[in-house]
Structures are given as C-alpha cells and as structure tokens.
Nanobody, 125 residues
Framework: QVQLVESGGGLVQAGGSLTLSCAASGRTFSSYAMAWFRQAPGKEREFVAAISSSGGSRNYADSVKGRFTISRDNAKNAVYLQMNILKPEDTAVYYC??????????????????WGQGTQVTVSS
C-alpha cells in the first residue's frame, strides 16, 4: 500500500511558476513509476507527466512539454512537478499517482494504482 500526499498548489498569475510536491509512504517507493495528472471542472482527468522508478526516463503531455519538469528523490520518497510559464488553461486539480510498473510510458489513469487527494492550481489571466 502506498499513500500519497500532494502540496504546493495555489493561485498564481499567468506566466508565473509553482512547484508541486508529493510525499509518499512505503519502503518500495523507488520501484514505482510516478506521475502527475490533472482534472479541470467538467473535464476528464488527463496525463501531465511521468517519471520512471529510477528517474532516468521522463514523459510529458504535449501541452506542458518545455514548461513543466517532473523529478523525484528516492531518498526522500518524493516526486515534484516544477511548473513554469503557467497559463490559465493549466488551472485544475493536480493529482500525484504511483504505478506498480517501473517505466514512464504509462499515460492512462488506469495504469496507476495509488492516488493522492489532489491539490488545486489556479492560474489567473
């Protein structure tokens, strides 16, 4: 069992930056691929970024490529999402997720086994 807790959300102006953090419980964190998803009101949950268990491979949605960076610290059982050049369309609840698989290629929510409660990110224009 893995428990995930996100933090770092908030209100930011367009063009600004935020860093989200996700703290994970469990002794096998370093064996799981991790990802960030987001869900805006009235929309389906969508993939944002994923990182392999070792951190050596990353995968991004086209909409955030070049602006967002996913990273992890296996010693701290944590994963991060650095978000730059934020746009109003980035407004959503952001969720951290863990997969029992190790690769960064899984982009569908069904491929992830554990989820955090979410943190709100609001970007004003």
């Amino acid at each position: 069992q893995v428990q995930l807790v996100e933090s770092g959300g908030g209100l930011v102006q367009a063009g600004g930056s935020l860093t989200l953090s996700c703290a994970a419980s469990g002794r096998t964190f370093s064996s799981y691929a991790m990802a960030w998803f987001r869900q805006a009101p009235g929309k389906e949950r969508e993939f944002v970024a994923a990182i392999s268990s070792s951190g050596g491979s990353r995968n991004y949605a086209d909409s955030v490529k070049g602006r967002f960076t996913i990273s992890r610290d296996n010693a701290k059982n944590a994963v991060y999402l650095q978000m730059n050049i934020l746009k109003p369309e980035d407004t959503a609840v952001y969720y951290c997720a863990a997969s029992r698989y190790s690769g960064s290629y899984i982009t569908g929510p069904n491929g992830y086994d554990w989820w955090g409660q979410g943190t709100q990110v609001t970007v004003s224009s």
